[in-house]
């Protein structure tokens, strides 16, 4: 069943993604964590209808540091800052991992 | 059970058409038919319309968090809707949000349609 759903959905969870990272990453520019730590939630969400645990994993990672970085102070900011920025990368390495693994990446399912 | 059809009808309500579609994909071959929402825009009116058997709610969405929808859902409508969130986050915190909202409990996404349909099916017949 995963098989088949990955089948159907892959391209457009690939697609999707990389809009959302990109999203994120500018984000992450502005200084908004609460709406990047959604996006990174969405990520997340989708990733894990799709099984795709690694993905999963980091995006909420990731979320999990723009939560922190939103609630910091003054003081500890740019340390979550760089965390968060830490994390977004390990996020697009899987993603990027993914799309070369997955054939008919950019394709309708 | 819902009156139109022996098939229970699931309403899943959440941003991600991706989530919503693969809900789909995994429980209408498994006997249930599934609506999708993926604003809340006519949530209230999909409800009168549609008359789920059970509702899954993302908590995580970008003009009101699942968690609220219910809470202000269950003041509109009392407990005529079976609903639940749905969510990738932890099973503490969703247990907790779950009893604050006054969901009847809650579901982790998961790509795993035996898993799905077999949590489904515990809040549509929770004695079996």
Known sequence: MIEDLRRRFLPRFVETSRERLARAHSLFEGGDAPTLAHELHALAGEAMMLDLGAVADHARLAEVAARAWSKASEDSGGCSRAACAHCLEIVGQALHALSISSPNQSGAP | ?128
Request: net charge negative; with cysteine; charged share 25%.
């Open chain 2, 1 to 128: 059970m819902n009156a139109k059809s022996l098939r229970p009808k699931i309403l899943i309500v959440d941003d991600s058409e991706i989530v919503c579609d693969s809900v789909s994909t995994m429980l209408e071959p498994r006997g249930y038919d599934v609506v999708s929402l993926t604003s809340l825009f006519a949530f209230t009116q999909t409800l009168a319309t549609e008359r789920p058997d059970l509702v899954l709610v993302d908590v995580s969405m970008p003009a009101l968090n699942g968690d609220k929808l219910i809470e202000i859902s269950r003041k509109h409508h009392d407990n005529r809707y079976k609903m639940v969130l749905f969510s990738n986050r932890g099973e503490a915190e969703l247990s907790t949000l779950a009893t604050k909202c006054g969901a009847a409990g809650y579901i982790q996404k998961t790509g795993d349609a035996e898993r799905l349909a077999r949590e489904v099916e515990l809040f549509l017949h929770p004695g079996r």
